[in-house]
């Protein structure tokens, strides 16, 4: 066999790692639609595992990285590991960074300006990832067969660094200046062994990144708090002329004297066979130990992100989905007929689930009751007067069909993609969506009813920005098959069942972590995101489908990200990503099918002052791995409960720490 190998590559190409604050993990999905068990007994996952290890601390997930070999035609020929007969020894080389504090100010993606840094008093008129000062970079790490326990990746930020001066509109810790207009002086302390994750070996030599601890921290005395500065200026983010220096270049997710250990970089490896032939996924390697030269097409790339709180749940517009709009030729079912069971059903699917995390597709608010997804609302998509309408392809059903189309959003432009409308890509300013193709009026009944990449349309009405996409659509191959499935032109299939990676035929493998490990993700709106910021959708930035492109440095896709991220995490409480981070949670009666619902972000946080659900800013960074799981409830058969056609998910494995303040101490 070893004669047919002409080249391997890491799968999947883009992994997602978690953050948690427990020193133990688990890996996250490896096939399509299989929700991963957290490990552990007598608990809620899948398998009767606990989310939680013994002190009730939040595992992390952490990503496997598998090797294939290919052929000269591009079949798979086998997976490469230590249970291979091949297999004489395989080399990782992992090379992470978190350039967050160094990058551009994140500003909404429309108002793009490479003018506006974080920290931009410490060195200043650089290019982002020249501020080395501001990176925590481990450097390159490796790990080989046969080594035993972890390599862990540690990296120091804001080094050398003594004085600077902020803006005194800031909100201080235990420190309120007596002019806010003026400079407040801070000192800086360097933050050292900063953990940016573990590289870990499995039994057959496969690579296991897991991910840091998720923490955070100031480095400025005095401490500058989480908050929204620019929320405090009316209107928002300073006066009409624009002149006020507290703009979003200081709003939450770019506060000044603070990391976070989330990281993003590159993976890849050097495999030896017993023959004596050396295989890497860098280009001009001769030996097992050479560095050789990053090829983007055969190595891999590396994402921390915050933790998924309801992974049994996922975004009707996914990192995925992003994928595909990219490289529509990567799309799977291009040539296929649009098939109900694929194609639509997970979107309905989707959208009521949000009806357990959210309030307003819940319909518990009174300007959303009876109008939204619900088990008893009008807009339950799986109640089962809908389900015959929708799986019959004659004209019979065709107004219904054509009815939940009709409400379906288009991205601005008349190509229906999101990347037109922001054209050039960073680090360019955007200019595409000021031509005259992506000016309307946002129709804020249609669906997906979850903001969108632009931002709260409230405060861009505020602000007086007319910005396209303040909603999220769906993308244009979605749409593509929710227009054929209107029209009667489907096929109803049958609703899939995953199968596990180690049941699909070896030729399917590869694609299959590709997918499984985006799948589960946010794919808008980008404000910036959760995993990965707006950047995903420039086809520039990968060399092709689920490959990061030549050139692309370490940390500085991921750096568009909130800085810290628990800024943007408690921020996004309405209407963003609630499948993600549950903007509410349910408790559910099965003797009388009714619910009653809490918010998510409740509780009260170290100082015991309860948390705040208009101003949690500097609370999460505390209470975010205490926070409840939203799973669902399983029947006594092992099967889940369902109320008209919807799964019921409830909080489950909340961390009672945050139910009673904490002792006073003496």
């Not at 003594?162 to 933050?191: H, I, N, W």
């Not at 062994?193 to 296991?208: A, T, V």
């Not at 939204?372 to 059903?397: R, V």
């Not at 405060?459 to 999220?472: I, M, R, T, W, Y």
Request: glycine share 8%; with cysteine; proline share 9%.
């Amino acid at each position: 066999m070893a004669d047919k190998i002409n080249s391997i590559r890491i799968h999947p190409g883009i992994g997602i790692a978690r953050l948690g604050d427990s020193d133990e993990f688990y890996i996250g999905p490896e096939a399509p639609g299989i929700v991963v068990d957290p490990g552990g007994s007598n608990g809620p996952g899948p398998d009767g595992g606990t989310y939680r290890d013994s002190g009730a601390r939040l595992k992390r997930q952490a990503q496997r990285y598998r090797v294939y070999a290919y052929d000269a035609d591009g079949n798979v020929v086998d997976e490469l590991s230590s249970e291979s007969d091949l297999v004489q020894s395989i080399r990782w080389r992992v090379h992470v960074r978190n350039m967050k504090s160094a990058n551009y100010a994140f500003q909404g993606a429309y108002l793009f300006d490479p003018d506006k840094l974080r920290n931009p008093s410490i060195q200043p008129g650089m290019k982002p990832v020249e501020r080395d000062k501001l990176i925590i970079d481990p450097g390159v790490h490796t790990i080989a067969s046969g080594q035993v326990g972890p390599v862990v990746m540690k990296g120091d930020v804001f080094t050398g660094i003594e004085k600077g001066t902020l803006p005194g509109q800031l909100r201080f810790e235990g420190f309120t200046p007596k002019d806010p207009s003026k400079e407040v002086e801070v000192t800086y302390k360097a933050a050292n062994d900063i953990e940016l994750g573990q590289l870990r070996l499995d039994s057959k030599n496969r690579l296991l990144f897991v991910p840091a601890p998720g923490k955070s921290e100031c480095v400025t005395t005095p401490k500058v708090e989480l908050s929204n500065p620019s929320m405090t200026v009316n209107p928002p983010n300073g006066p009409e002329d624009g002149k006020n220096p507290l703009t979003n270049q200081f709003a939450y997710f770019n506060i000044p004297g603070w990391w976070d250990d989330t990281c993003e970089g590159e993976i890849d490896v050097t495999v030896t066979l017993k023959d004596g032939t050396v295989l890497s996924t860098r280009d001009n390697v001769k030996s097992a130990t050479d560095e050789g030269t990053r090829n983007a097409r055969a190595g891999a790339w590396i994402v921390t992100a915050p933790p998924k709180f309801a992974p049994h749940m996922y975004h009707v517009v996914s990192i995925l989905d992003r994928v595909y709009e990219a490289f529509p030729e990567a799309y799977p079912y291009a040539k296929q007929k649009t098939n109900f069971y694929r194609d639509i059903y997970p979107i309905f699917a989707k959208a009521v689930n949000y009806g357990w995390v959210s309030a307003e597709a819940a319909g518990v608010t009174p300007e959303t009751k009876d109008a939204a997804h619900g088990p008893k609302q009008p807009g339950n998509l799986l109640n089962s007067d809908y389900m015959t309408a929708f799986i019959d392809p004659s004209e019979n059903s065709q107004p219904t069909r054509q009815m939940v189309y009709s409400l379906m959003r288009q991205a601005a432009g008349k190509n229906g993609r999101l990347v037109d409308s922001l054209m050039p890509p960073p680090p360019e300013r955007p200019t595409s969506w000021k031509n005259d193709e992506f000016k309307r009026d946002e129709e804020d009944y249609k669906m997906p009813k979850l903001w969108g990449t632009a931002g709260k349309p409230l405060q861009n009405k505020q602000l007086g920005n007319s910005f396209p996409n303040q909603f999220l659509s769906l993308t244009e191959i979605q749409l593509n098959h929710m227009k054929e499935w209107a029209d009667g032109n489907f096929e109803v299939g049958v609703p899939p069942k995953p199968v596990p990676l180690e049941s699909l035929p070896l030729a399917e493998q590869p694609h299959a972590l590709d997918s499984s490990a985006l799948e589960p993700t946010i794919g808008g709106g980008f404000h910036p995101g959760i995993e990965f910021p707006y950047l995903i959708i420039y086809r520039e930035n990968f060399a092709e489908a689920f490959r990061v492109n030549q050139g692309i440095e370490p940390g500085s896709l991921a750096a568009y990200m909130s800085c810290p991220w628990q800024g943007d995490f408690w921020s996004c409480n309405q209407a963003w990503w609630p499948v993600q981070r549950p903007d509410i949670v349910f408790t559910y009666d099965k003797k009388n099918q009714t619910r009653t619902y809490k918010e998510w972000f409740r509780g009260y946080d170290e100082q015991g002052e309860p948390l705040s659900s208009t101003d949690g800013y500097n609370q999460m960074a505390y209470a975010w791995s205490k926070l409840g799981m939203v799973l669902p409830i399983r029947n006594e058969d092992g099967s889940y409960l369902k109320d008209n056609g919807q799964i019921v998910f409830v909080e489950q494995e909340r961390d009672p720490a945050l139910n009673q303040p904490p002792a006073k101490k003496t």
